[in-house]
Structure formats: structure tokens, C-alpha cells
């Protein structure tokens, strides 16, 4: 796995895609469930898996059709928590929902890393969104 994360003005372009007339809506969808995976995953955003918890409470909570907040054992482990978030995206998020999520987390997130040291070029990550949005445009035409 590569250990350079991404920086966080590059997670807010992405963002922004999400709210454009780019890509369709589950394109949309899936752009965004791999984002919020990618935000949960970083521990310089949240270095504690407690951190989460708010985050998850003030952002997500509101939207899912239960508004139950998770279970503490969710919150153990980042790729469980990841997952269910993931799950309730998919089963319980219009696009439009999506949105308003999108904007709160654009609005949130910090504009420059937490850890400034690593620089990546950005080319090579738009060229990675790039051929991923292709992917996922050719899986949609063959379905």
C-alpha cells in the first residue's frame, strides 16, 4: 500500500466533481463513497478512531433513514467503520443528500495538509481520477 496520501486540496477537487454536471449520479456515488473511505482512513484528519465519532455523528448521521448513531465497536476499527459507512451510502443516499454532505465536508476540511512535508505531483493524481472515471464509465456501459 502506498504510504503518500493525497493531499487535501486534491480531496476537495474531487469533491467538487462530485457537485458538477462531470459525472452521472452513481458515478457521483461511487466517487464519494471512495473519498469518505479515504478521509476515514487518514489518521492525520483523525489521529484517534474515537476522533471519528463526531465526524460521523455531525456529518452523517442525519441523513441515513435509522438517524441511529453507530455502535462504540464500529468505531475499533477504521476499515469497519469504512465499511458500514459505505453501506449506508449505498443504500440510504440520494444524490441529493449526497451534496449537502459534499458541501459540508468542502466546508470542513482543512485547505492545506495537516502534515505539510510530502508533495505529490498533482498531474499524475488527476491522471489517476481520470482513468478511474473511465473504468467506471465502461463497467456502467456494459451493464
Known amino acids: 500500500m502506498d504510504n503518500e496520501k493525497r493531499e487535501l486540496?486534491?480531496?476537495k477537487?474531487?469533491?467538487?466533481?462530485?457537485?458538477s454536471?462531470?459525472?452521472?449520479?452513481?458515478?457521483?456515488k461511487l466517487l464519494f463513497m471512495g473519498i469518505i473511505y479515504e478521509i476515514i482512513?487518514?489518521?492525520d484528519l483523525f489521529p484517534k478512531?474515537?476522533?471519528?465519532k463526531g465526524f460521523i455523528n455531525n456529518i452523517f448521521i442525519q441523513y441515513f433513514i435509522d438517524k441511529e448513531p453507530f455502535k462504540d465497536?464500529?468505531?475499533?476499527?477504521?476499515?469497519?467503520?469504512?465499511a458500514r459507512i459505505q453501506k449506508k451510502i449505498q443504500t440510504d443516499l440520494d444524490y441529493n443528500k449526497i451534496v449537502e454532505i459534499v458541501n459540508k465536508i468542502y466546508n470542513i476540511l482543512p485547505n492545506e495538509d495537516?502534515?505539510?512535508?510530502?508533495?505529490?505531483?498533482y498531474s499524475n493524481n488527476n491522471k489517476e481520477l481520470i482513468e478511474w472515471m473511465n473504468f467506471i464509465k465502461?463497467?456502467?456501459s456494459k451493464e
Open 13 to 19: 477537487e474531487d469533491l467538487k466533481i462530485i457537485t
Open 73 to 82: 465497536y464500529l468505531y475499533d476499527t477504521r476499515t469497519l467503520l469504512g
Open 138 to 140: 465502461q463497467r456502467g
Open 49 to 52: 478512531n474515537e476522533d471519528l
Open 21 to 28: 454536471n462531470k459525472l452521472n449520479m452513481s458515478q457521483s
Open 41 to 43: 482512513l487518514r489518521k
Open 114 to 121: 495537516i502534515n505539510n512535508n510530502r508533495k505529490k505531483n
Open 9 to 11: 486540496k486534491q480531496i
